[in-house]
């Protein structure tokens, strides 16, 4: 069965501080999405990933396709970073365009 | 700008009511999903389309339908046959051209009094 976990699912923060989400998944996980969901429910997708790691502004995402384990890396935190933040993984065994979702991450970043 | 817009944001229905979620998308993607999220749960997928006039059941389609007869559309019916319909649901699309990253909707929320 294809499955993504998440860890942590709550995460409490201060302002500045580097913060790490991680993500592992099973065989069947063709590529790792990083998403971000604000309280008022949208998400917005932040990276897709099949090997190495990319960069946008202060997030940083990561994958290891040997361990099967992504990660997603905030540097310098701010309040406005507070959100979920949801790993997915394509799952190869059905429509490729289908994602597998963990259950997200809550942060808090504390002024 | 192209985008996905879902609509209502919020929604309330009687129980025994069918109630039917609006999702449209500018994106020229093939590709069309709903999902389900519950408090403490990943987000559930209930049908996809990957073209105009077919779908596919996902893991928790009982009690929903879906149509797609234009490409850009891909409502979904919450019927009075679902058990537990009041949740967040979630419309998304994608394409093999944009290397399959999905682009969400903003959300309905459902709440059945």
Same mark, same amino acid.
């Given at each position: *069965? ?8 709550? %995460?409490? $923060? ?9 993500? @592992? ?5 063709? $590529?790792?999405?990083? %998403? ?14 099949? @090997?190495?790691?990319? *960069?946008?502004?202060?997030?940083? $995402? ?5 361990? *099967? ?12 970073? @507070? ?15 289908? %994602? ?7 942060? @808090?970043?504390?002024? | 700008?192209?985008?996905? #817009? ?8 009687? /129980?025994?009511? =069918?109630?039917? &979620?609006?999702?449209?998308? =500018? &994106? =020229? ?32 389609? /009982? ?5 797609? /007869? ?13 058990? =537990?319909?009041?949740?967040?649901? &979630? ?16 959300? #309905? ?5």
């Amino acid at each position: *069965k294809n499955e993504v976990e998440q860890s942590p699912q709550n %995460l409490t $923060a201060q302002e500045g501080e580097f913060i790490t989400i991680n993500c @592992s998944y099973s065989v069947g996980i063709s $590529a790792l999405h990083w %998403l971000q969901q604000h309280p008022g429910g949208g998400i917005v997708s932040l990276f897709m990933l099949s @090997s190495g790691k990319k *960069k946008h502004g202060r997030l940083i $995402a990561t994958i290891n396709i040997q361990e *099967k384990h992504s990660s997603l890396h905030i540097t310098a935190s701010h309040p406005r970073d @507070s959100a979920v933040y949801i790993c997915a993984g394509n799952n190869l065994g059905g429509s490729q365009g289908n %994602l597998i979702f963990g259950k997200g991450t809550k942060l @808090s970043v504390k002024p | 700008d192209g985008g996905i #817009t879902q609509s209502p944001k919020y929604l309330f229905r009687k /129980e025994g009511q =069918n109630v039917t &979620l609006s999702c449209e998308q =500018n &994106l =020229n993607h093939d590709a069309m999903y709903w999902y389900r999220q519950d408090p403490g749960q990943g987000l559930r997928l209930i049908y996809y389309s990957q073209i105009v006039n077919d779908f596919q059941k996902g893991d928790i389609a /009982e009690g929903y339908s879906v149509s797609r /007869e234009k490409k850009e559309s891909f409502p979904l019916t919450v019927t009075s046959a679902q058990k =537990n319909p009041t949740a967040f649901y &979630l419309c998304a699309s994608t394409t093999l051209v944009s290397g399959w990253i999905a682009f969400f909707g903003q959300g #309905t929320r459902l709440t059945v009094v």
